[in-house]
């Protein structure tokens, strides 16, 4: 059975063969403040198709509390998010920041959503009170079969007007386990394919097609229901796996709460990580 996951920790697992004998891949596996970090770098064309993702690096962060309860755990997951950008972003030049997905398909909606919660300044780069402030562009791109537009060809063309340092990108991605779903945050400076874990891989946005570093953000919001059923039958004892049609995906009930939880926890770290030392107290205050 094929892995469906966009998570590049859950590739290094279930290939963890390949990736030794390649000898092109480093990681590491560490705990700061209860929040579960891995870190994986591919350093070699060899370690890239080991794991099957391209060469760069990618930070995983996992909570194992639910954040939809637990406020401060949303606050210390936004600024281990922060700590963890912040490094993969240039220290100049205006960022924009782009939301991947379809507004109106709840477990599609996170990067839209994480868009309603970021600080635009691009505009007011000329008033006193943003002096401060680093210049910030953001756009929600939609999905082709809204817009009849390739995503990366809108953020394409965006990108020859404003001409950004760097873009950030944030989609929701697919998984090989339940217990990730919305609760384990990835960060790579490889950039994304839009609906690659979703049986719906669109064009890549990354240095090579928008001319500019982009760093992608994505949670995990679906499963695919082959994954679940036949590790039900492996822990069941049983052989084999499940046969099920390919393309049905699997997200939590309060798939709404988590996403709304999510894209806050986002927000805020990028947020952080663009502007310095901003507060979460500021940014909601600057948010309404």
């Known amino acids: 059975m094929e892995n469906r996951t966009d998570m590049a920790e859950e590739l290094h697992g279930s290939r963890a063969g390949a990736c030794e004998k390649s000898g092109g891949i480093e990681s590491e596996l560490f705990y700061e403040d209860g929040i579960r970090i891995s870190r994986i770098k591919v350093i070699s064309k060899e370690g890239a198709e080991a794991i099957g993702k391209p060469q760069g690096a990618y930070v995983t962060l996992s909570v194992g509390g639910d954040l939809q309860s ?9 600024k281990k998010i922060a700590e963890n950008l912040r490094p993969l972003l240039p220290e100049e030049g205006e960022i924009l920041v782009a939301g991947l997905g379809n507004r109106f398909i709840t477990p599609d909606s996170l990067g ?41 060809e809108i953020i394409k063309g965006v990108c020859s007007r404003v001409r950004p340092a760097a873009v950030v990108a944030i989609d929701s991605l697919a998984s090989l386990s339940v217990d990730r779903l919305c609760r384990s945050f990835q960060i790579s400076d490889t950039g994304i394919v839009p609906g690659a874990g979703a049986y719906n891989a669109r064009r890549a946005l990354d240095r090579q097609t928008l001319g ?32 099920i049609s390919p393309g049905l995906l699997v997200t939590p009930k309060d798939i709404d709460a988590l996403i709304q939880k999510s894209a806050k926890a986002l927000s805020y770290g990028i947020n952080m990580a663009i502007q310095g030392d901003i507060s979460i107290s500021d940014i909601e205050q600057f948010l309404g």
Request: proline share 6%.
């Open 112 to 152: 839209p959503k994480v868009i309603d919660r970021i600080i635009v300044t691009r505009h007011l780069m000329g008033e006193p009170y943003f002096s401060g402030f680093r210049p910030v562009c953001a756009i929600s791109a939609g999905v082709l079969g809204c817009t009849g537009v390739e995503t990366a």
């Open 212 to 243: 500019v570093p982009v760093v992608a953000l994505g949670v995990p919001t679906v499963v695919d229901a082959e994954t679940i059923v036949s590790d039900a039958l492996k822990s069941a004892g049983a052989d084999g796996h499940a046969k």
């Open 70 to 78: 637990d406020g401060a755990a949303v606050f210390a997951l936004s």
